[in-house]
């Protein structure tokens, strides 16, 4: 009935197939709707479990008998704990600090570099291209590496995770190709009018890049806050530890976080472990969650897969 | 693309190095021929300066060490100097021995066979997967609750390992929600994270979990590309979907898949060091030990800097030797190869 009062609609829906394609079979979308929905519940159901179980009391964990699905209440003690013990903030701080003034250098490197490299023809163009071009061939080597950043006595400092991943060619080659697609006139007007070259990179071609500036930042971000093996093999002293490395202490080593996790110590409230160890989760979570939203909608029309076909 | 994920070292790798000299587009400078390097300099000075800072991080943070492999032909003693560069000078050559010493250890073998088991794995059964889901997505009419899937799958590629393995760990582990809840039913749980002998179906899952939906996404875009009028002229010939699939789509898809296939063979000796480190404990070094987990417990763990790096330095040389060899393959198929010649 309500399909009969409103033919706009279906007509609508029909128009979306194109006429020489056979209807689909009930099977075949019972199928499809199947393995979608599987795939994006195999994504959803962690996210949602650990979330519910680091808000959960210590009964809601005890009587669901470890991860809570079904939320019974909302209990914020886990959190008030891990931000209040030093350990979870400062790896925070440290974590905020790398990944903020990392994206920040490594956009000002990539960029100026990009746009430095946007002109064929100009000097040294295709020696500086192949320069960069070299390094997605041939990695340096886990071990060399090691010794050189040691060498410059950045073991011990952040600077150890940020300077080495500050210049990534990929990404460099992603804002290049995009800089190149730039209209030649615009350019070439601007010089005209007397801009060097500083000015036009400023003025013309960054208000034009946005998004492409966006992604890349949001990589070298999202690189910077995930870095954990560098961590490791960097920084020793546990007060400059990052997130990651904090999570893989507390969940995968099992360790007890100090002051964590030891009831006695605390009193009766103390809340349940677990909820604490998914709280410390969500924390190194929320942050990617939060930023990728904003920045999907770039990839999705094509600032990527533009440059992956060059 | 499944379970590939940046290599040990700092620099981290990107799905996609595509097309190294793209044609010249826009903005070409003012021609003209035989200017003098004076004068090109004095026209290019400022876009030389702006590629300085970039060629001073990675002078000195690929570069240098790539300079530094020079320890693997060397009885390296990093206390015979003060620095680095002066132990070097002051250690030996000493030829091709360290090579030697790393292939008469059953260790690299044990590292470099499960390393290429996996590659093996990935490649046969989970290559496939994000074509499959890029088409399945590709079918999927409304807009919005496509884009609402792409959102969620391409999620995971942003968790790092640390993160992907603590929600395996959570769901899938001993006291995980799978566990409780099959308790919960009265049936046995199983413990599959620390289990040697199912571990590299679990790397493989853990890698398809993170990086299926990243996988689709340059596989939509070669689907997008594809002349509708194609379809259309395979149904009026009386083509099912499925014959459409196998003579429009597929090959439609064939150039990307080639592309994929040089990247991986350049990466096969790549899989990953983070998510082995990681999970290296539970099930044990027989079955955990890859090639860049060797590199690591053979050269800092255990300080000998020499056949550490001769065990980097021969998986970078077959690795680069392996992406050179599949450029020239797919050029010869009549494919476009990676790196473009020009």
Known sequence: MTALLNPSARARRRNRRPAWEEPPTV?????????????????LIPVWSILVTSFSSRQAIADAGGMVFRPRDFDLSAYVLIFTRGEVSRAVWNSMFVTVTGTLLALVCTVLAAYGLSRPGSLFHRPLL?????????????????????????KDSHWSLILPAAVNAFNLIVVRQFFMGIPGELIDSARIDGAGEWRILTRIVLPLSKAVVAVVGLFYAVGYWNMYFNAVLYLNNSEDHVVQQVLQAYILAGQSPAG??????????APPSLAVKMAVVVVVLIPIVIVYPFIQRHFTKGVITGALKG | MTGKTGVAGPAQAR?????????????????????????????????????????????VFHYLPLLGNVVAFMDYDQWAGDSAVEAIVNSPFIGFTNFAELFEDSQFWDALRNTLTLTAFQLVFFFPLPIALAILLNSVLSPRLRGFIQTVVYLPHFFSWVLVVTFFVQMLGGAGLLATVLRDNGMEPWNIMGNPDTFILLVSTQGLWKDVGWGTIIFLAALTAIDQSL????????????????????PGLRPVVVLLLILQLGNALTVGFEQFYLQREAVGRQAAEVLDTYV???????????????????????????ILIANRLARRFGEEGVFVRS
């Open chain 1, 27 to 43: 099977a075949g979308q019972l199928v499809k709707g199947a393995v979608l929905t599987g795939v994006v519940l195999a994504v």
């Open chain 1, 130 to 154: 192949l320069f960069f071009l070299i390094t997605f061939l041939i990695g340096p080597g886990l071990i060399p590496s090691y010794v050189v950043v040691t060498s410059l006595g950045l």
């Open chain 1, 260 to 269: 964590i996790g030891s009831p006695p110590a605390l009193g009766f409230n």
């Open chain 2, 15 to 59: 799905p996609l190095p595509v097309q190294a000299t793209p044609e010249p587009q826009a903005a070409p400078p003012p021609a003209r021929r035989g200017m003098t390097l004076r004068a090109k300099f004095h026209r290019d000075r400022a876009l030389l300066l702006m590629t300085v800072p970039a060629v001073l991080l990675l002078t």
């Open chain 2, 231 to 250: 379809y259309e002229a395979a149904a009026s010939d009386g083509a099912t979907r499925w014959r459409r699939l196998w003579h429009v789509t597929l």
């Open chain 2, 296 to 322: 690591y417990y053979l050269g800092l763990a255990t300080q000998d800097y020499g056949v550490g790096t001769a065990a980097g330095l021969f998986k970078a040389v077959i690795g680069l030797f392996l």
